[in-house]
């Protein structure tokens, strides 16, 4: 019992010594690709730094965690999955044609392309391509340059971050037009680029404006009211007609001469004059007196031209014209500082509506002719709670969060080894003396009494028995041993 109870003690010890000396793990790295995180493990387990795997993290002792870091850097790991210009390094200029240095430069190019966009948040994995395209040099044009980016993405990516992602990818590329970056959801299909139209739809357009007048107006009234003290809700009616008109219009006043001409004509006839009889058919007719006439005509024109102006106007509609705008504006008359019991606060309330609608209808452009719709009412708003304030913790604190289960376990250690010390260890050690001192040594029941003279064994032995009855009866077995023993040896 001795022996197990010193064991145990021991093994209970080493336990919860290792327990409370050995250092918390830290986070090394985590979501890497299998092959860097592969080598990462294995260079672990050459420099024999232990290590823990939990998912995809591999964790290690906080203590030897950045010492870890900066000699994995040092060799190189975690290496990087896509390779960019480093590929240019291996290239041989004795043994490599053009055309296998230009694969390899856009391969370049697209490999630091993909590393600059999976720098962006929210982006898991990236490729791009590039349409590079090799033209011969007896060609007179150039061929148009195209590319396009596939992603993975935790969450929706705004319409802005793919524009973004679209002249990364044009401005890193000679020649090539932002419009002709095609930016791919693996999930949702094309973001921007060639074949989205989205952004020219009607629908989109009116999402798009009624965004920009709530910005715009809630600027102008936070401004007055404080943040949380407005609503805007605008709602735009676009037109999806198209529509051409061609116009033709002529100003008679602004006639000008253009071309002027004038033509004179005179006509002369002359002819006898007589009776005409019988005898003036014959030919000695001609002979004959007679009276003689002769006449003359003359006729003038003038022919003018005239140029006058002319206006042709051609107006074509496109799908997306604004025909109506429609805002409500929701205020919290809490802060306005009217105060409700006085004569004239409804007076006072009217003239500062009118001043805000005639503040919104010159911030959002409203025009009340074309049928623009403005309603402000003041209404009180609930209260919102006020964000929960959480202190920092102070310096015992950290202490205690660091250090709390290293010192239970301290405690423990010591509580376990005070027990089995005082409740095990001790009554073992302490049995085999008094056995003795039941034999003859100091706790002899036929001793000498305090003043040297014999106490009475019979009162001594009497005492005894009553009041340790296991030990007179452990004697008495031994002495009926004794005397077994000693009748079998005679």
Do not use: C
């Amino acid at each position: 019992m001795l022996g197990v109870a010193v064991l145990g003690v021991a093994l209970a010890m080493a336990f919860l010594v290792r327990g409370a000396t050995q250092q918390p793990m830290s986070l090394l790295y985590s979501g890497l690709e299998p092959a860097p995180t592969g080598e990462i493990i294995e260079e672990l387990e050459k420099r024999g730094t232990p290590y823990e795997i939990r998912g995809d993290a591999i964790f290690v002792g906080a203590k030897d965690r950045d010492a870890v870091r900066f000699s994995l850097a040092k060799a190189g790991l975690p290496q990087q999955s896509v390779q960019g210009y480093e590929l240019l390094d291996s290239v041989n200029g004795f043994s490599v044609t053009s055309e296998m240095y230009n694969a390899a430069y856009w391969r370049a190019k697209e490999g630091e392309l993909t590393r600059t966009i999976l720098a962006i948040p929210g982006i898991e994995s990236a490729r791009v391509h590039i349409g590079a395209s090799l033209r011969s040099g007896f060609s007179r044009t150039a061929p148009k340059e195209t590319a396009s980016v596939t992603l993975a993405t935790k969450y929706d990516l705004s319409s802005g971050q793919a524009q973004a992602i679209q002249y990364l990818v044009a401005l890193a590329i000679s020649g090539m037009s932002p419009d002709e970056v095609a930016v791919i959801d693996s999930k949702k299909g094309i973001l921007a680029g060639p074949g989205n139209d989205t952004a020219k739809q009607p629908g989109v357009q009116a999402e798009t404006q009624e965004g920009m007048l709530e910005q715009k107006v809630m600027r102008l009234l936070e401004a007055r009211v404080g943040p949380n003290n407005a609503r805007v809700s605008v709602s735009v009616d676009v037109s999806h007609e198209s529509l051409r008109t061609s116009a033709v219009t002529f100003d008679p006043d602004s006639r000008v001469v253009r071309n002027r001409s004038t033509g004179d004509v005179s006509e002369s006839s002359g002819g006898t004059s007589g009776a005409v009889t019988a005898a003036s058919n014959l030919p000695q007719a001609n002979d004959a007196p007679g009276g003689s006439s002769n006449s003359t005509a003359r006729n003038s024109n003038e022919t003018v031209s005239y140029e006058i102006n002319e206006t042709r106007t051609e107006t074509e509609r496109m799908p997306g014209a604004i025909e109506r705008i429609s805002m409500a504006v929701l205020l919290n008359d809490q802060v306005l500082g009217i105060d409700p019991a006085a004569p004239d606060a409804a007076t006072l309330t009217e003239q500062m509506a009118a001043d805000f609608k005639q503040l919104i209808i010159s911030g959002a452009g409203l025009d009340t002719s074309r049928g623009d719709d403005l309603t402000v009412e003041f209404m009180p708003f609930q209260a919102l709670p006020e964000p929960e304030m959480v202190q920092a913790p102070s310096l015992v604190q950290q202490l205690m969060e660091r250090y709390m289960w290293s010192g239970i376990k301290i405690v423990v250690l010591g509580l376990v080894v005070i027990v089995l010390a005082f409740g095990v260890i001790r009554p073992l050690l302490s049995q085999k003396p008094q056995l003795e001192g039941m034999a003859g040594g100091a706790g002899d029941p036929f001793a000498l009494g305090v003043d040297g003279a014999a106490a009475d064994p019979f009162l001594s032995l009497k005492d005894y028995t009553s009041t340790r009855q296991d030990d007179a009866a452990a004697i008495l077995q031994e002495w009926l041993n004794e005397d077994r023993k000693a009748a079998v040896n005679e």
